[in-house]
């Protein structure tokens, strides 16, 4: 009898220690922090290096200015092309060939229709070859006006042509400006003042650690239990005060047959810097269990 009671207090044990382990949630082996961004901003254009407006350490953010390539034939090509396109706009407002063109058609209309009601009061006052060259010069100046309007169509295409010119040139000139690429620390930044940068040479490294990555191993039979979107607790190993809240983003569909865990990571907010990418961590992810 003794017996029976035993065996039945070790087995509510068991199960109560089941119980709570699964309410604690599932526990992740081998955590380690990752980036999840990272990026090179290398040289775009080959020049010398003539401006340097980050070090490593700086905390930038996307589309912040790092350093500069030499931009003098940049920029005076830039002001070339804003002076051509100021000519070009110039000339199409300039509509003087349209509207004397106009004024001219008009001017031979009425002429050539004051010699056909010359003719109609008095026949033989003018002759019809005379009509003939009226009507000509009509037509001409007809012509002459579809022409300068067609030229003042083609000045306006032009317009937008030196335009084009002008964004090409200030690209050019941008494209000797290194920017940073994403929102993050600069790690790495080799180049150096005055030195010749060819195009994909690295000058800076960045990495991004406001947002991190914190992968390790579950179990296979745990894996029914871990959805993308459940909660996991990350803590620093070596400071169990250091805890942070992420969200699980990936559940590897393949389990390792060696040692039947199967791949899982987080991503995990960062914005007080507590983690280090490299880091080793612990991850508990939050489940709901129904048993």
């Known amino acids: 009898m003794f017996r029976n009671k035993?065996?039945?207090?070790?087995?509510?044990?068991?199960?109560?220690?089941?119980?709570?382990?699964?309410?604690?949630?599932?526990?992740?082996?081998?955590?380690?922090?990752?980036?999840?961004?990272?990026?090179?901003?290398?040289?775009?254009?080959?020049?010398?290096?003539?401006k340097i407006h980050a070090r490593?350490?700086?905390?930038?953010?996307k589309g912040d200015l790092l350093a500069e390539l030499d931009q003098r034939e940049a920029e005076l090509a830039e002001q070339a092309a804003r002076v051509e396109w100021e000519i070009a706009q110039r000339r199409a407002?300039?509509?003087v060939q349209v509207r004397y063109a106009s004024k001219a058609n008009e001017v031979a209309a009425a002429e050539l229709r004051r010699s056909e009601e010359s003719i109609v009061s008095f026949p033989k006052s003018i002759s019809r070859s005379?009509?003939?060259?009226?009507?000509?010069?009509?037509?001409?100046?007809?012509?002459?006006?579809?022409?300068?309007?067609?030229?003042?169509?083609l000045l306006a295409m032009e317009v937008e042509v030196k335009k084009s010119a002008v964004s090409a040139?200030?690209?050019e000139r941008r494209l000797r400006q290194i920017v940073a690429p994403i929102d993050g620390v600069v790690v790495e930044a080799p180049a150096r003042?005055?030195?010749?940068?060819?195009?994909?040479?690295?000058?800076?490294?960045?990495v991004g650690i406001d947002r991190l990555k914190a992968e390790g191993f579950i179990a296979a039979a745990d894996v029914a239990r871990v959805t993308p979107g459940a909660e996991a607790l990350v803590r620093l190993s070596a400071d169990g005060d250091s805890a942070l809240m992420g969200?699980?983003?990936?559940?590897?569909?393949?389990?390792?047959?060696?040692?039947?865990?199967?791949?899982?990571?987080?991503?995990?907010?960062?914005k007080n810097r507590l983690l280090r990418p490299g880091q080793h961590a612990e991850m508990t992810i939050q489940v709901s269990d129904s048993e």
Request: hydrophobic share 50%; aromatic share 6%.
């Open 56 to 61: 490593e350490g700086d905390a930038v953010s």
């Open 169 to 171: 040139a200030r690209l």
């Open 6 to 50: 035993l065996f039945a207090a070790v087995l509510l044990m068991l199960f109560s220690g089941a119980a709570i382990a699964a309410a604690d949630g599932v526990k992740v082996d081998a955590v380690v922090l990752r980036l999840l961004h990272e990026a090179d901003a290398p040289a775009q254009r080959s020049g010398v290096l003539t």
């Open 130 to 153: 005379q009509i003939d060259v009226e009507r000509l010069e009509v037509e001409k100046t007809a012509l002459e006006r579809e022409q300068a309007e067609q030229d003042q169509r």
């Open 193 to 206: 003042l005055g030195e010749w940068l060819e195009p994909g040479e690295l000058a800076f490294r960045l």
């Open 247 to 270: 969200r699980v983003v990936f559940v590897s569909p393949e389990v390792d047959p060696i040692n039947n865990q199967v791949r899982v990571w987080a991503e995990v907010e960062n």
């Open 93 to 95: 407002e300039n509509d």
